[in-house]
């Protein structure tokens, strides 16, 4: 059963969405403030969210924005934004937040409900397609470093980049969308130095946040590396970049 989480001001309106796309696959639940969308999130998962940008208590654009760093239950989810008629927004920037699509009040909802069928429909075909590829080894021919196209394993590690699953020692670690990119990128470049500025901007890139310096890059290297207790591996090249050392390189300093 799919669920689906609608973030709207408008109570009667948001009864009527409610109404309108719950089904035999789908139920939908609302909310119309940022406190209780906040809350809901925090402590369920939902397969598909819809947000309204104008909320009495706070801005939709602010839940999109902690939606791509991955703090909430429901991760890497269709977001369908609601926005009002006067402003006309630029997809391509939307996107980059992790806005799948969008639409302009006042709609008509069976136009809503076709846009969402439409990322339900996509979502289980992406889904469908999903494959883990052969592994390869990496680094000189180590038995102890393996990497496929979705699954690199080293050593205690085990990361699954299809699936979003990580574990450390056996231990299961949940990492937020930025934590995952910045873990691939390193895990992909073993052994290589990666520059700030560039890391930084392969993350905007790739997490779809734009909301990311050097600063807060440290500030995420830091938190990634206490997750997995890997200080032996993640290590700061000062003035330059982060590594993810090989064995012989695990004396650098952290």
Not at 117 to 124: A, C, S, V
């Amino acid at each position: 059963m799919n669920r689906l989480l609608i973030i709207e001001a408008d109570f009667k309106l948001a009864e009527r969405l409610c109404r309108a796309l719950t089904d035999n696959d789908t139920h939908a639940f609302s909310c119309g403030t940022f406190e209780s969308a906040t809350a809901l999130l925090e402590s369920e998962q939902y397969q598909q969210i819809i947000i309204d940008t104008e909320l009495p208590d706070g801005d939709g654009n602010d839940i999109i924005y902690e939606l791509g760093l991955g703090l909430y239950e429901s991760r890497d989810v269709p977001v369908i934004l609601v926005v009002s008629n006067d402003r006309e927004p630029d997809m391509s920037e939307l996107r980059r937040q992790g806005v799948t699509d969008y639409i302009t009040k006042p709609f008509n909802i069976s136009v809503l409900k076709a846009k969402v069928w439409t990322q339900f429909k996509r979502g289980k075909r992406n889904s469908s397609f999903r494959a883990i590829s052969r592994f390869e080894a990496i680094g000189a021919g180590s038995r102890r470093s393996m990497i496929g196209e979705h699954i690199v394993a080293i050593d205690d590690y085990v990361f699954n980049f299809d699936s979003g699953e990580y574990s450390a020692a056996g231990r299961n670690v949940r990492l937020n969308r930025v934590e995952q990119c910045l873990l691939r990128n390193l895990v992909e470049n073993k052994g290589i130095v990666l520059k700030k500025k560039a890391l930084v901007d392969k993350l905007k890139l790739e997490s779809g946040t734009l909301y990311i310096d050097e600063e807060i890059l440290a500030e995420v290297v830091h938190t990634l590396s206490n997750k997995l207790n890997a200080n032996n591996y993640i290590k700061t090249v000062y003035g330059i970049g982060y590594i993810w050392a090989l064995t012989e390189d695990k004396n650098m300093s952290g």
